[in-house]
Nanobody, 115 residues
């Protein structure tokens, strides 16, 4: 069973930066499409960014130019560098692993952007 563990969340002031990490195990990491989703209070979970096994990336319009997703297949890790954070980025961020329609999720890490 795929296991995903997120880390790196916290409280940050507007304009600041955070780097989220997701450690994956019990899977052949390199063949999965990996992604970050987020869910704010009272809102649906939404895709933030994804990266295919070939390294192609996709971003939500709201984070383009501010967030960068990357992966390290040797370390079974996927990362989300978040710059120029805004209060509307406040949410629980979830790591996702997808392969042929099957999805696995981490437990989430809270990101709060507030002064």
């Amino acid at each position: 069973q795929v296991q995903l563990v997120e880390s790196g969340g916290g409280l940050i002031q507007p304009g600041g930066s955070l780097r989220l990490s997701c450690a994956a195990s019990r899977m052949i990491f390199s063949i999965y499409t990996m992604a970050w989703y987020r869910q704010a209070p009272g809102k649906q979970r939404e895709l933030v960014a994804s990266i295919t096994r070939g390294g192609d990336t996709n971003y939500a319009d709201s984070v383009k130019g501010r967030f960068t997703i990357s992966r390290d297949n040797a370390k079974n890790g996927v990362y989300l560098q978040m710059n120029s954070l805004k209060p509307e980025d406040t949410a629980i961020y979830y790591c996702n692993a997808a392969l042929i329609g099957a999805n696995s999720w981490g437990q989430g890490t809270q990101v709060t952007v507030s002064s």
